[in-house]
């Protein structure tokens, strides 16, 4: 420990650890960041991984790392039983792009090459796998050797172990269905747009890709339709997915493997529970991925840290980071509450609960400040994204 401790040990090399640690980098700040694997670029049968993710263009700004992306320039949302449907167009908005899909494994693995790269950040493969707190620094075990931090950001995805190590309570916000995720070449090409179509048992979604014939599915059904779904075969799985798509794109040629994800909504009660420690990321809350916001809600955790690091000589200080934990939390309990909400919407049935939603959803996509403050919001601009 010549250099003494570090300013802070980032546990969790997702895409949201690694931008924090980037980001401190950057700033001058001297980061160990640690993951028990390095990340791998995964390609799958159609040439794409199979989890990508969509990132709202201050997400994907922030990361600062050059990687291939499909730009989403329009979506299309409508529903199973009804008439409605609302259409977002970044034209109106004035931008490039409403959001941008990258492959987390290529992500991942190019934040970690910049990592490498970057003079004040360490990066360290190894199970993290003890914690304890002395009066100057916090000391993370990492396999035989210990590291020592003023702050230790755990990002360790929605299992975090250093949230077990620190006994922090997590606070439950409902299970819900479970997700597949998938990547299909499909006869018309998306045209850069993204469709959603909530059905009663769960929203299904496709994201473009580079390529203009291949999207990535996620398809949210309660976890026995997702564990059948998973176990077609292929020509069997691509039936059922036309036709829940009422064929939006075209006949569909073929598929990559299919991969199941519990959806939980959960978040730690303090993101902040102690001087030295910070929750951010899936470590900190999952939300439902209906409107792709998990790890957009991490991304802005981690720019949000910055802005609170900024000028601080001790990262561990009490009290530095008591109102960033109660921003965030509201925050993330504000985006639960949301995913809950149109979850929950969607999935009352009757012709009451139809008709309102038809109106609704009609009503809403012909007012153009509804739309752009209800997409603002969603990419990231909006009042809640600014001020939490
Ligand atoms: C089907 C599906 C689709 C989604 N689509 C979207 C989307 O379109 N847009 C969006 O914003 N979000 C989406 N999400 C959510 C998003 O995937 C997550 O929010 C995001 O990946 C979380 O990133 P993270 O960096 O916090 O955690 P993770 O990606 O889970 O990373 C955690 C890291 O910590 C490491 N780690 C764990 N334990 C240890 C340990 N003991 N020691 C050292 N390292 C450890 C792991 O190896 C891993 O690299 C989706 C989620 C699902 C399930």
């Known amino acids: 420990m ?53 990132l709202t263009p201050a997400g994907l700004e922030f990361l600062g790392v050059d990687v291939p992306d499909a730009r989403i320039r329009r ?100 299970d819900f269905d479970a997700a597949l995720a998938t990547v299909v070449r499909t006869g018309r090409a998306h045209g850069d747009a993204a469709l959603q179509r909530f059905g009663r048992h769960g929203p299904l979604a496709f994201l473009p890709l580079p390529d203009a014939h291949c999207s990535a599915v996620i398809w949210s059904q309660d976890r026995t339709a997702t564990e059948r779904l998973c176990a077609l075969d292929d020509g069997a799985f691509l039936a059922a997915l036309d036709a829940a798509s009422e064929g939006a794109l075209g006949p569909l040629d073929a598929v990559d493997r299919r991969h199941a994800f519990p959806l939980a909504q959960r978040l730690v009660r303090d993101f902040n529970p102690r001087p030295r420690l910070l929750f951010v990321g899936d470590a900190a809350h999952t939300v439902h991925p209906l409107a792709g916001q998990g790890v957009n809600l991490g991304i802005e955790d981690a720019a949000r840290l910055l802005d609170v690091a900024e000028g601080a000589a001790d990262l561990g200080r009490p009290n530095l980071w008591r109102g960033f934990a109660r921003r965030r939390r509201a925050r993330a309990e504000a985006m639960v509450a949301l995913m809950t909400a149109l979850r929950s919407a969607y999935g009352y049935g009757g012709p009451v609960g139809r008709w309102l939603r038809n109106v609704g959803v009609r009503g809403l996509d012909t007012t153009p400040a509804a739309k752009r403050w209800l997409i603002r919001e969603a990419m990231g601009q909006g009042v809640l994204a600014r001020t939490l």
């Open 75 to 174: 979506m299309r949302v409508w529903e199973e039983e009804g008439t409605g449907h609302i259409e977002f167009d970044s034209a109106a908005l004035g931008s490039d792009a409403l959001a941008h899909v990258v492959e987390v494994g290529a992500t991942s693995a190019a934040l970690w090459r910049a990592a490498e790269a970057l003079d004040g950040v360490d990066v360290r493969c190894g199970a993290v796998s003890g914690l304890s707190e002395g009066a100057a620094a916090m000391q993370v075990s990492v396999g035989d050797a210990a590291l020592f931090g003023r702050l230790v950001i755990a990002a360790d995805g929605a299992e975090s172990e250093v949230r077990r190590l620190a006994g922090v309570e997590l606070l439950d916000r409902g």
């Open 2 to 54: 010549a250099d003494g401790p570090y300013d802070a040990i980032v546990v969790g090399a997702g895409l949201v650890g690694a931008a924090a640690a980037l980001a401190l980098g950057r700033a001058g700040r001297r980061v160990a960041l640690v993951d028990r694997r390095r990340p791998a670029e995964a390609r799958g049968r159609l040439g794409f991984d199979v989890r990508t993710v969509a």
